[in-house]
């Protein structure tokens, strides 16, 4: 299954609908719509993604993955009009992951939450569906929230960060190794364009497993600063 493919069954699949109002800060932090209005046609905001620990190894030439390697570029860029064209770069290599109606927001963090999803579902041999479902109803959940100051453009700039821990209460955390733990936070504010100044998420390794645990983190670069 090719990125593309992969970023829209996530679309359909999370379906999450209107969240119940203990929820909505979470929800409206996490999909916040309308943060790439004040981007112009043919603007292009470009994240670093960088995946390690428990992540794939880079693909052989030429081998079709379900998920990009693990050190890339992602660059998002606003269209004339209203859609936005999300591609993955490695070297030369250029691939689409897919075009988006910018009304409803950032598709980067769907992006970002089914790369984690499918490398969980990889490492520790869980099935996609009911990690899917898991991380769907933590997003409809409370989360932890907390003020901070980034700097940002060369200034000092208010965000949040909002972090979900989707299986720290599931009945079957015993069977998921490390990724029982798993941790997905979200560093948003308004000054940043595109609204997402890092997507992270970051899982221990199992006990008795060497390695330092799987980390997945997608940051904003510096050139993306107005």
């Known amino acids: 299954m090719r990125?593309?493919?992969?970023?829209?069954?996530?679309?359909?699949?999370?379906g999450l609908g209107i969240p119940p109002a203990g929820a909505a800060e979470t929800y409206q932090l996490l999909f916040r719509?309308?943060?790439?209005?004040?981007?112009?046609?043919?603007?292009?905001?470009?994240?670093?993604?960088?995946?390690?620990?428990?992540?794939?190894?880079?693909?052989?030439?030429?081998?079709?993955?379900?998920?990009?390697?693990p050190e890339l570029r992602l660059d998002l860029t606003v269209e004339p009009g209203s859609d936005v064209v999300l591609t993955a770069v490695q070297g030369d290599t250029r691939q689409r992951a897919g075009t988006f109606p910018g009304s409803?927001?950032?598709?980067?963090?769907?992006?970002?939450?089914?790369?984690?999803?499918?490398?969980?579902?990889?490492?520790?041999?869980?099935?996609?569906?009911?990690?899917?479902?898991?991380?769907?109803?933590?997003?409809?959940?409370?989360?932890?929230?907390?003020?901070?100051?980034?700097?940002?453009?060369?200034?000092?700039?208010?965000?949040?960060?909002?972090?979900?821990r989707p299986f720290a209460k599931d009945t079957a955390r015993e069977?998921?190794?490390?990724?029982?733990?798993?941790?997905?936070?979200?560093?948003?504010?308004?000054?940043v364009p595109g609204w997402y100044y890092s997507l992270t998420a970051t899982a221990p390794a199992a006990s008795g497993e060497a390695g330092s645990g799987y980390v997945n983190a997608i940051t904003l670069l510096p050139a993306a600063a107005p």
């Open 3 to 14: 990125i593309r493919t992969v970023i829209l069954a996530l679309t359909l699949g999370l």
């Open 33 to 69: 719509e309308g943060v790439l209005s004040g981007i112009g046609g043919g603007d292009t905001l470009s994240y670093s993604a960088r995946r390690s620990g428990r992540s794939a190894p880079a693909p052989a030439p030429g081998q079709d993955v379900a998920m990009p390697p």
């Open 104 to 164: 409803v927001g950032n598709p980067l963090i769907m992006f970002f939450l089914e790369t984690v999803l499918r490398d969980m579902a990889s490492q520790s041999g869980g099935s996609p569906f009911y990690i899917r479902n898991r991380i769907k109803n933590a997003l409809l959940r409370d989360a932890e929230i907390r003020p901070l100051e980034l700097t940002f453009g060369g200034a000092t700039v208010a965000a949040q960060e909002v972090t979900i």
């Open 175 to 191: 069977r998921m190794s490390g990724f029982a733990d798993l941790a997905l936070v979200a560093v948003v504010s308004d000054a």
